[in-house]
């Protein structure tokens, strides 16, 4: 399983955009990048997932390097409910989630 | 999307005694995972549950004191066995649907152990 390199911690101000970025040099071709997130007190929510290209879904942007040894996540404007800790997880479709320690993100008002 | 309810929600138990939670989801689904949440830490993946066959366990989790059953595509069962308070956690199912990458969680059930 591929390993992953987190920020424990991140602030952002309500209204701006939040940057959470993730290392995982040590993925495979065929992996590919989830992220989630965990809402205190409440089971883990998928956000957005990608193989090579940028993604983007209602909830955020995913940026993934030419190398794919890295990835960034983007809330385009925070809100305070997206206080949470957000999950990078490598993995293949369907397959069971490895989750690392992920970033706290404080979204502040 | 699926829709995944857990019993119970929350649990107090003695030491040397099992529970039983339920995993229930509003959908037939090929994969069924139990996780665990120690307090202030990350998740970790306990089984994968296979329907009609054995559960297949990660490192560090024996059958024995996690059994698993899968009945059928929208029910799982997790029993922690002969319980110690280092087992006082966070137990929370999942869910993967068919042609779609994403997983769904249920709330998780707070199991305390006196």
């Known amino acids: 399983d591929a390993k992953t390199t987190q920020p424990p911690s991140m602030d952002c101000a309500e209204g701006r955009a939040a940057n959470l970025p993730c290392n995982h040099s040590t993925i495979s071709g065929n992996e590919y990048v989830y992220w989630y997130r965990q809402i205190h007190s409440q089971g883990p929510q998928y956000i957005i997932h990608g193989l090579k290209n940028n993604e983007t879904n209602e909830m955020a942007s995913l940026i993934i390097t030419e190398d794919r040894k890295s990835s960034t996540l983007i809330l385009p404007h925070a809100t305070l409910r997206d206080t949470a800790v957000y999950y990078c997880?490598?993995?293949?479709?369907?397959?069971?989630?490895?989750f690392g320690t992920g970033t706290l993100l404080a979204v502040q008002p | 999307s699926a829709v995944i309810s857990q019993k119970p929600s929350r649990d107090i138990c003695q030491r040397g005694t099992s529970l039983t939670i339920q995993c229930q989801v509003d959908?037939?689904?090929?994969?069924m995972f139990w996780y665990r949440q120690q307090p202030g830490q990350s998740l970790t993946l306990i089984a994968t549950a296979n329907q009609g066959s054995e559960a297949t366990y990660e490192s560090g989790f024996v059958i024995d004191k996690f059994p698993i059953s899968r009945p059928n595509l929208t029910f799982s069962t997790l029993t922690v066995s002969n319980m110690s308070p280092e087992d006082s956690s966070i137990y929370l199912c999942?869910?993967?649907?068919?042609?779609?990458?994403?997983?769904?969680f249920g709330p998780g059930t707070r199991l305390t152990v006196l």
């Open positions: 999942s869910v993967a649907l068919v042609r779609a990458n994403e997983q769904f």
């Open positions: 997880i490598p993995g293949g479709a369907t397959n069971k989630l490895i």
């Open positions: 959908s037939q689904v090929t994969m």
